[in-house]
């Protein structure tokens, strides 16, 4: 006679898309030095581009606006550098392997996952289809959707609601101290993937749940699988044993 089997709760999975699935800030970088360069700026460095990750399209191309004199109004900014990052995604983008091992089991699994993203919805959608990765996620939200990007929380929130979930019921897996900020202040717990190691002291990396210091080099499927399991809260569940 077999005994039953044990029912451990795990959570509905909410991922940020650029930096923690996928590794597109190059080519978010490359949009972002072509479309300034048709305004006249022509110093604009991988370096300085690395201050801007985690933080909302239209927000950063806001500040760059600011910084640099541009005349311009930011949604003609903004429709240039999709224009631009669409081009580049849809050719050299790249699913870092252990997420895709990860999203591959906890779609196995049954665990309900979506995409709370900075980047404009076409831009969303564009990465998810080109990866394969619209065969096991299907909801999406982007900033621009919600009143504010983050580190405010709202995206987040926005997508425990399309969910249905809780925000205490959600883990964020974030790449960036903006998105393990978002998080920490929607309620949610933060698995932190920092893609820029040298940020891993950050306070809001430091206050997540699980952090691989070592970013993607450090990360296993595994690892996440498991302690995604241990992190459950109430609502979904999953077999064990």
Known sequence: MH???????????????????????PNYYEAGRRLLARYG???FSWEYHTRFIGIGTRETLTA????????APVDELLAGKNALYLEL?????????????????????????????????????????VTGLDAYISLYVSAEEVPHGKPEPDVFLETARRMGAEPAECVVLEDAPPGAAAARAA????L??????????????????????GGQRGFTAQAAYDWLLRAGGPGVTAPIG
């Open 41 to 43: 700026v022509t110093d």
């Open 192 to 213: 932190a993937i920092p893609y820029v190691t040298g940020t891993a002291g950050d306070p809001a990396f430091l206050a997540a749940d699980l952090l691989f210091a």
């Open 3 to 25: 005994s039953p089997r044990t029912q451990v709760p795990v959570p509905h999975v909410v991922f940020d898309l650029d930096g923690t699935l996928v590794d597109s800030e």
């Open 89 to 129: 995604a849809g050719s050299s983008t790249e699913v870092f392997p252990e997420m895709r091992k990860l999203v591959e089991r906890l779609h196995g699994a049954g665990v309900p996952m979506a995409v709370a993203s900075g980047s404009s919805r076409a831009a969303i959608g564009a990465v998810l289809a």
């Open 64 to 71: 760059l606006r600011a910084e640099y004199g541009i005349e």
């Open 187 to 190: 309620g949610m717990r933060c």
